[in-house]
């Protein structure tokens, strides 16, 4: 686990654990977000829709990509400020996901550090995107 800022350089990158999808997880995660839509618990009406059938909420697996940010890279004390994310393919129950951040950007003024982030079933990416975080440095410790 990375703790600082100072620790960072470009190009560093760490991912997840391989995650499966549950039922029980969409049911918890519904239950916490309050996000019921039938889409993630109703087959017959999922079947209706562009999907074929039930698909895991997409927040659960973006979910995944903070675990990284802050539990390895940069780990605890990071301040998770922004992302931006585009869902490229739905993710179903007994998926395997696993996500990835990658040091994109460093900006030593503002103590402030810039990921690209992805989400993969398989070789598919489901998320794409990029979050920005405020890691302590040592320095200002």
Same mark, same amino acid.
């Given at each position: 686990?990375?703790?600082? !800022? ?7 990158? $760490?991912?997840?654990?391989? @995650? ?8 918890? !995660? ?10 993630? $618990?109703?087959?017959?009406?999922? +079947? ?10 997409? #927040? ?19 301040? !998770? ?5 585009? !869902? ?14 990658? *040091? %994109? ?6 103590? %402030?550090?810039? $990921?690209?982030? #992805?989400? +993969?079933?398989?070789? *598919? ?7 920005? *975080? +405020? @890691?302590?440095? %040592?320095?200002?410790?």
């Amino acid at each position: 686990m990375i703790e600082w !800022f100072d620790d960072l350089a470009l190009g560093m990158r $760490f991912k997840s654990g391989n @995650v499966q999808i549950t039922e029980s997880d969409i049911q918890q !995660f519904g239950a916490v977000s309050g996000d019921l839509n039938p889409l993630h $618990f109703d087959e017959t009406y999922a +079947k209706t829709t562009i999907f074929r059938g039930r698909i895991a909420h997409g #927040m659960l697996s973006l979910s995944y990509l903070s675990t990284v940010l802050g539990t390895q890279l940069p780990g605890a004390g990071s301040i !998770f400020l922004s992302a931006s994310v585009r !869902f490229k393919a739905p993710v179903r129950i007994g998926d395997t996901v696993n996500a990835t951040c990658t *040091v %994109r950007e460093i900006n030593s003024d503002k103590g %402030r550090v810039t $990921f690209d982030t #992805m989400c +993969k079933v398989g070789d *598919v990416a489901v998320i794409e995107g990029e979050a920005t *975080v +405020k @890691v302590p440095s %040592r320095a200002r410790a």
